[in-house]
Nanobody
Framework: QVQLVESGGGLVQAGGSLRLSCAAS????????MGWYRQAPGKQRELVAR???????NYADSVKGRFTISRDNAKNTVYLQMNSLKPEDTATYYC?????????WGQGTQVTVSS
């Protein structure tokens, strides 16, 4: 099993920035993809950004140019730098890690952007 611990959420004014972190631990042998998803009340969970071990990162159109995903493979950690935040970015953000034995989710961290 892989455990994911997220941090960095909070309340910020529109135009502000936050940085989310997600550290993976446990039975890690070869992580393929690390990413972030979000879910707003009454909406489905959606991809925010994804960083594969090989290849290009992917971003939701709504966050392109504002959010940056990065990963530190030595620390099994993925980050999400969020700039120019908007009220519509308000959601619970979930870390996701995929490796050969399965797909793992963090517990979620709340991001609230006030107008």
């Amino acid at each position: 099993q892989v455990q994911l611990v997220e941090s960095g959420g909070g309340l910020v004014q529109a135009g502000g920035s936050l940085r989310l972190s997600c550290a993976a631990s446990g039975s890690i042998f070869s992580i393929n993809t690390m990413g972030w998803y979000r879910q707003a009340p009454g909406k489905q969970r959606e991809l925010v950004a994804r960083a594969p071990s090989v290849g290009n990162t992917n971003y939701a159109d709504s966050v392109k140019g504002r959010f940056t995903i990065s990963r530190d493979n030595a620390k099994n950690t993925v980050y999400l730098q969020m700039n120019s935040l908007k009220p519509e970015d308000t959601a619970t953000y979930y870390c996701n890690v995929h490796q050969g034995d399965g797909n793992y989710w963090g517990q979620g961290t709340q991001v609230t952007v006030s107008s």
